[in-house]
Nanobody
Framework: VQLQASGGGLVQAGGSLRLSCAASGRTFSSYVMDWFRQCPGKEDEFVAA????????YYSDSVKGRFTISRDNAKNTVYLQMNSLKPEDTAVYYC???????????????WGKGTLVTVSS
C-alpha cells in the first residue's frame, strides 16, 4: 500500500483544514487507518484512527472534539477534518495503515509522506 497525504498549509488559530490521504492498491478496506503528527522537537504522536469499515473512530485527548477522522473505501481515501486549530497543532501530519488497530507508530505497516500544518496565533 502506498499512501500520499495532502491538504496541509498555513491557517490562523481557530481555523480549519482538511487533510486527505490517498492509498494505492485494492486492499484499502483491509487496513485500519491512522493519523500521527510530529510537532517541532517532539516525537511522533497518535492523533486519530478509524476502523476498517469506518464504524469506529479513536482520538487522542488533545484533539478529541476538534478533529474528525473519516474514510471513503470506494475512493481509497482517509480524511482528517481539523477544526478550532491551535498553534500547538502545528506539526507534520502523517497517515499510516495497519492490519490491526493500534495507536503506536512502531506497529504501523505503511506510512505516507507527511504534510505540514502550520497554525499561526
Amino acid at each position: 500500500v502506498q499512501l500520499q497525504a495532502s491538504g496541509g498549509g498555513l491557517v490562523q488559530a481557530g481555523g480549519s483544514l482538511r487533510l486527505s490521504c490517498a492509498a494505492s492498491g485494492r486492499t484499502f478496506s483491509s487496513y485500519v487507518m491512522d493519523w500521527f503528527r510530529q510537532c517541532p522537537g517532539k516525537e511522533d504522536e497518535f492523533v486519530a484512527a478509524i476502523s476498517w469499515s469506518g464504524e469506529r473512530t479513536y482520538y487522542s485527548d488533545s484533539v478529541k472534539g476538534r478533529f474528525t477522522i473519516s474514510r471513503d473505501n470506494a475512493k481509497n481515501t482517509v480524511y482528517l477534518q481539523m477544526n478550532s486549530l491551535k498553534p500547538e497543532d502545528t506539526a507534520v501530519y502523517y497517515c499510516a495503515a495497519s492490519m490491526d488497530l493500534s495507536y503506536t507508530d512502531s506497529e504501523m505497516d505503511y506510512w505516507g509522506k507527511g504534510t505540514l500544518v502550520t497554525v499561526s496565533s
